[in-house]
C-alpha cells in the first residue's frame, strides 16, 4: 500500500492565506484559443452596439463585446442557454478570464441575444472581412444549400383548421359563461366610492378572463395562419380537406416539414452560403419554407453587399435548379452549376440526328427516352430556332399555336405551345398521345429554356463535374459542425426574426472559432515572428 506522502499534493490549501495571489491571467494557458478570441473581439468595431445604450442614465452597463463575446464563445464550446452561460461565467476559468471576472446573469443573456439582430449582421460581415483580408475568403466558387432544424415546437402540438374552429367555439362558450359569473358577481358586491365620491368600477379583465381573452385571440391568429396555407395548398393542386395544413401551436411561424431523420414536425430551414477555399460561411438566413430555392439569388446579393464582389462560381444542388434561379444567376454574372436536364435531345438519345425533319430509323425508335407516363419524353422533340417550331421523332412539325400562363415559385410565367397536327395515323402514336388527348401532341416551352441549355452545356465538361464533386462537402460540412458539435439540432426561440437572429450567432461563432484555428495555424509556422517583426 503506498504511504502518504506518494500522493500528489494540493498546489493551494483552500483555508491558507497568500501574499503573492497568482493573477486570472497566470490561470490560462498562453495558448489556449480563448487568447486569440478575445484578441479578434478586439478588432471588431462595436460603435454600431453601443448606440443602443443610453449612457446617461443608470449604472455603467457591461460593454456589449463581453456579452456577445460570451455568447460566441459559448457557441464554439457547445453551451447555448442563457443559464448555462451564467454558470459558465460563474465556475468556467476560460470565461472568468474572457469577461475579467464580470458575472452575468441570464436574464440579460436572453435580452441580448435578440436585442441587437442589426448589429449582430454587421458583426457577422466585419468577422468575414478579417477573414477576407487575410486570404481566407476569396469568393471564387461558393457552395450554397440548406437543412432542417427543428422549431421550438412539439411535433404533436399542431392543429388544424377544423380543430382550431372547435377550439375556438368552447373557448367562446367559456369566456361568455364566465364574463356572465363575473358580471353576476359585480352586481352583488357593495360599491365602492374614489375619494372624490365617484363609483369605483373594475377597469380591467379578471385575471382567468384576461388568460382566455389572450388564448382566444392567438388561437384566433393561428386560424387565419392555416387558412392562408390552405389556400396555398388549394393553389397547388392538393385538397386541403383531404391533406389539410396544421400549424404549430407554440410557434406560430415555423411550418410542418419532413424532418431529415424521417417524420414530419415544425420546423425551420436555415441556409448557408460557404466559400470553398477555407470554409467560411459567407452568407446565412432562415425561412419557413420547405424550398430553399427563393435564396439563391438573394445570397448571391448579399454577398456582395457585405464582402464588396459577387462569387465567380455558384454550386447547389439539383433542388435549386430552377430556371428562374439559373436566369438570375446568369443576369448577375454568376457562373451556375447544378444538375440540369435538358430538354434537347442529347448524345445517345436517337432523336438527335442530322435532320429533324427525317424520321428516327425503325431499329432505334425503341431507345427513344419515354416520361414517368410511359409516352415519349420531350426530349426526343427537337426545337428550331429559326422556324420557331419543334420537329417529332416521326420528322413532323409542332407549331406555335398559343401562350398559356403558369405559376412558378410565386412568378407567373408565360409557356409556349406547339401542337403537332399530323399525329392521326402516326405509327408512334400509341406511344406518343396520352390516352384522353384528341388533337395532338403538345409541347410547351418556357422562357428559361434557352439559359437551361447554356447551363447543361456547361455542366458537361469534366471540369466542371469535377468541380460540383466538391459541393457536398463545401456545403454540408458547416451544417455538420453547427449540429453535431455546436448542439445546434433544436432552436431554442420562437418567432422567424428570432430565429434568424439565433441562426446569425450560430454563424457567426462558427466563423470565429474557424478564424482562431487559421490564425493559431498561421502564428505556428516557422518563421512566423521573424517576418511580422520586419514588418515592424
Known amino acids: 500500500m503506498a ?44 460603435s454600431s452596439w453601443e448606440k443602443e445604450y443610453d449612457g446617461r442614465r443608470g449604472q455603467p452597463p457591461i460593454h456589449p463585446r463581453h456579452v456577445a463575446g460570451a455568447i460566441l464563445y459559448g457557441l464554439c464550446r457547445r453551451i447555448r442557454s442563457s443559464r448555462q452561460l451564467e454558470e459558465a461565467c460563474n465556475y468556467r476559468m476560460d470565461f472568468i478570464w474572457l469577461l475579467q471576472a464580470r458575472r452575468i446573469d441570464h436574464t440579460t443573456f436572453a435580452k441580448f441575444r435578440t436585442r441587437f439582430s442589426e448589429p449582430l449582421k454587421e ?27 427543428k422549431a ?46 365617484q363609483e369605483d368600477g373594475p377597469t380591467r379583465l379578471p385575471e382567468s378572463l384576461a388568460d382566455l381573452e389572450k388564448r382566444r385571440e392567438q388561437l384566433q391568429a393561428a386560424l387565419e395562419k392555416v387558412k392562408q396555407q390552405d389556400e396555398a ?22 411550418r410542418v416539414m419532413p424532418n431529415k431523420e424521417g417524420g414530419y414536425a415544425p420546423n425551420y430551414t436555415p441556409t448557408a452560403t460557404t466559400d470553398s477555399h477555407r470554409g467560411f460561411i459567407v452568407d446565412c ?125 410565386g412568378e407567373k410565367v408565360t409557356l409556349r405551345v406547339y401542337r403537332c397536327n399530323a399525329c392521326g395515323g402516326c405509327p408512334l402514336a400509341d406511344q406518343c ?34 468541380l460540383y464533386n466538391q459541393r457536398p462537402h463545401i456545403a454540408e460540412t458547416p451544417f455538420g459542425i453547427l449540429k453535431a458539435v455546436m448542439g445546434l439540432r433544436q432552436f431554442l426561440l420562437r418567432g422567424l426574426e428570432k430565429v434568424r437572429t439565433e441562426w446569425r450567432w450560430a454563424a457567426t461563432a462558427f466563423n470565429l472559432a474557424k478564424l482562431v484555428r487559421e490564425i493559431a495555424a498561421l502564428r505556428a509556422q516557422p518563421g512566423f515572428l521573424t517576418s511580422t517583426e520586419g514588418k515592424q
Open 433 to 466: 398521345l396520352s390516352p384522353d388527348s384528341k388533337r395532338g401532341r403538345t409541347i410547351t416551352r418556357d422562357p428559361y429554356e434557352d439559359v437551361r441549355e447554356r447551363t447543361v452545356a456547361r455542366m458537361s465538361s469534366s471540369e466542371a463535374r469535377e
Open 123 to 149: 458583426l457577422f460581415k466585419q468577422v468575414g472581412r478579417i477573414a477576407m483580408t487575410l486570404g481566407l475568403i476569396r469568393l471564387g466558387d461558393v457552395a450554397f444549400d440548406g437543412t432542417r432544424v
Open 152 to 197: 421550438n415546437n412539439s411535433r404533436y402540438n399542431t392543429r388544424t383548421a377544423a380543430s382550431l374552429e372547435e377550439k375556438l367555439k368552447a373557448l367562446g362558450e367559456s369566456f361568455e359563461r364566465m364574463m356572465a359569473e363575473a358580471d353576476a358577481a359585480d352586481a352583488e358586491a357593495p360599491i365602492q366610492t374614489t375619494f372624490d365620491g
Open 285 to 409: 438566413e432562415v425561412i419557413a419554407e420547405v424550398n430553399e430555392t427563393e435564396q439563391a439569388a438573394a445570397s448571391v446579393d448579399r454577398i456582395e453587399e457585405a464582402f464588396g464582389q459577387k462569387p465567380t462560381n455558384f454550386l447547389t444542388d439539383g433542388g435549386n435548379s430552377a430556371g428562374k434561379v439559373m436566369q438570375q444567376m446568369e443576369d448577375r454574372g454568376v457562373n451556375f452549376y447544378a444538375p440540369v436536364s435538358s430538354n434537347e435531345p442529347q448524345e445517345g438519345n436517337p432523336a438527335k440526328r442530322h435532320d429533324p425533319t427525317q424520321p428516327v430509323p425503325l431499329d432505334q425508335q425503341a431507345q427513344l427516352p419515354r416520361n414517368s407516363q410511359g409516352r415519349l419524353d420531350k426530349s426526343c422533340f427537337t426545337y428550331d430556332a429559326e422556324k420557331d417550331q419543334y420537329n417529332c421523332p416521326q420528322g413532323h412539325p409542332l407549331t406555335f399555336e398559343k401562350t398559356k400562363p403558369q405559376e412558378r415559385l
Open 3 to 46: 504511504s502518504q506522502d506518494y500522493w500528489n499534493e494540493a498546489p493551494m490549501n483552500r483555508e491558507q492565506m497568500t501574499l503573492f495571489s497568482p493573477t486570472l491571467d497566470a490561470m490560462i494557458s498562453p495558448d489556449d484559443p480563448v487568447r486569440l478570441f478575445d484578441e479578434i473581439l478586439s478588432q471588431i468595431d462595436w
Open 233 to 254: 395548398r388549394r393553389k397547388q393542386g392538393v385538397n386541403p380537406e383531404k391533406n389539410p395544413a396544421q400549424v404549430p401551436l407554440s410557434d406560430p411561424d415555423s
